[in-house]
């Protein structure tokens, strides 16, 4: 057996089931290897795609997923969805071809790429260590939740590997969570005593189910109003006292009763400028607090009055045994339930519906998907101006119904982020939300999904431009021929790659919708929305102060 065969065999044993990517002479070997063990390989039609699948399953399935790509070209087009994974903290292997001869056509220094983007790397060097250094990607993968580059040379994976190397591969054992120190749980409970008005922001840290069960409990111990970042919306679904997302895309409900906290705690939560509003939504007199397993996280983005270190539902079990005395009010008064069920949700404010006869108002969209749509959804949302319609007008039933590749802002990622998440949660409804800039830069990957046989929607928000541009430099009298486009039928693109098509310019047109939901579902869907474009998203001024 040959490294590359034996290296392919070894992850799969260590536990990598799930392998994305576009083979090519270099990673064909080993991407084979994973799958005569057992790996299920998914193939994408661009590296990039590949990458952004791979980060959003591995996300959404809590597992360590692999890419695999061919030596330098097929690297460096999967950059921009390694970049994304490494910023997001993923727990992803790539595994790369290397050509180390600097005169081959492919050779390029593919270490330092890795770094430039925030992985880390690793590479296989001889036939004798190949499996035990395989197995170690995986596991720095898993307990550091990096991604981890591990470089395959092509003349080491010709090696012939030690007989039996394959089996000695095992898979790692869980990550260990953090314990807390027993006085930095007393002094949390001590700050929470002392709050009348506490809120409790929960992060990609706290996205488990007893990440979930804990902080519900211990909030309703001292009376805290819940929020998540957008990257663990839905954890609190369901629960009256939860103001969704804390952040650019807050509700001006959820951002007053924010804003009004005597208290803030972090829980896995980075606290950053996204999720404060660049700090607006800290008052002066706020006391901040972060729980995280990793104490890099206190105060990188704000001043913090106590930073604990632990894991999040063990850091709350622990405050809970602290706890004296009884159950508190805190912020949870009957008038703050009664607005909080009726105005916290973005489709329960009021607005001016924009619709014309051509175009439909994305809100209105949105609403109307909302409603069609059935509840049990992953959805995967591409950026651009539109973007906070469905990350926020389209509800999700827990922290698995919104896979949010956004720690990059990159367009183009969307599409490939509703595939991954659909194969992590196969019995729930995909929908890919997209700006038409997103989805023609991605439109190969329908390719993709009508293979796999998804049964997803695909909904593009058309303004027939990049719309943030649009809105952030019109209003000075800028020219705007370079981001303005003719008018392009998305739905006949769809139909190219074998999807059912509607065309939406009024909420009428969404009965096609409606017809498609009810059955078979044989093919998935595509809906090109004609979206007006009269003004910009109200989230979008905040995000470009944080170019």
């Known amino acids: 057996m ?37 790996s299920r390989f998914v193939a994408a039609r661009h590296e990039g795609g590949a990458a952004t699948m791979a980060d959003a399953y591995a996300r959404m399935s809590g597992t360590v997923a692999a890419l695999t790509v061919h030596q330098g070209p097929g690297l460096t087009n ?29 050779h390029v220094d593919q270490e330092a790429l890795a770094h430039a983007v925030g992985a880390v790397t690793a590479r296989v060097t001889s036939a004798e260590h190949a499996v035990e250094q395989a197995c170690a990607a995986v596991r720095r993968a898993l307990h550091e939740r990096r991604t981890v580059l591990l470089n395959l040379p092509l003349e080491v994976q010709a090696l012939d590997a030690p007989d039996g190397a394959a ?40 996205r488990t189910p007893g990440g979930r069960d804990a902080l519900a409990e211990l909030a309703e111990r001292y009376g805290a109003l819940l929020a998540t970042s957008a990257v663990a919306r839905g954890l609190f679904h369901g629960n009256p006292w939860s103001l969704d997302v804390s952040g650019g895309f807050s509700s001006p409900l959820a951002a007053e009763l924010i804003q009004e906290a005597d208290l803030i705690v972090g829980w896995g939560c980075a606290l950053n400028m ?36 632990g894991d999040v539902e063990l850091t709350a079990r622990r405050v809970l045994l602290d706890a004296g ?47 069609l749509l059935p ?8 950026s651009g101006n539109f973007m906070g319609y469905p990350s926020m007008y389209l509800s999700v039933p827990d922290h698995n119904g919104l896979c ?78 370079t ?41 998935p869907l595509l809906i090109d929305a004609k979206v007006v474009s009269d003004r910009g998203a109200w989230w979008l001024e905040e995000a470009f102060r944080g170019h």
């Open 483 to 523: 981001v303005q486009f003719p008018p392009t039928d998305i739905a006949a693109v769809g139909r190219g790659y074998g999807f059912e098509t509607v065309t939406v310019r009024t909420s009428a047109d969404l009965k096609a919708v409606e017809d498609w939901v009810v059955g078979p579902r044989s093919a």
């Open 78 to 106: 999967a950059l921009t969805g390694i970049t994304e994974a490494a910023k997001s903290r993923t727990p992803l292997v790539v595994l790369a071809a290397e050509a180390t001869e600097p005169r081959s056509n492919f």
């Open 274 to 309: 996204w999720t404060m509003r660049h700090g607006r939504l800290i008052g002066p007199e706020t006391t901040v607090v972060q729980v995280d397993d990793d104490t890099s996280a206190f105060g990188a983005h704000r001043e913090v009055r106590l930073g604990v270190t």
């Open 2 to 38: 040959k490294v590359a065969e034996a290296v392919g065999r070894a992850l799969a044993a260590a536990g990598v089931d799930r392998v994305f990517g576009v083979v090519g002479s270099g990673n064909f070997h080993v991407t084979n290897g994973m799958v005569a063990a057992g």
């Open 404 to 481: 949010f590749t956004q720690a990059f802002q990159s367009i183009g990622l969307g599409l490939a982020t509703a595939i991954g998440a659909a194969l992590a949660h196969p019995d729930r409804l995909p929908v890919a939300a997209l700006g038409d800039g997103g989805a023609l830069m991605s439109a190969v990957e329908l390719d993709t999904v009508r293979r796999l046989g998804l049964p997803m929607v695909v909904v593009v928000y058309n303004d027939d431009a990049y719309g943030a541009e649009v809105h952030h430099f019109g209003p000075d009298g800028h020219p705007l021929d």
């Open 167 to 206: 089996a000695l591969a095992a898979p790692p054992p869980a990550r260990a969570p953090v314990e807390p120190a027993a006085a930095d749980t007393a002094a949390l409970a001590e700050v929470l005593e002392r709050s009348r008005r506490p809120v409790f922001v929960a992060g990609r840290g706290a």
């Open 325 to 371: 005395g009884g159950q508190r009010q805190g912020y949870r008064s009957a008038d703050i339930a009664e607005a909080i069920a009726a105005r916290v949700r973005w489709r329960d404010v009021p607005y001016e519906d924009t619709s014309t006869r051509e175009r439909i108002d994305p809100r209105t969209l949105s609403i109307a998907l909302d409603d």
């Open 375 to 382: 509840a049990e959804r992953v959805i995967g949302v591409d």
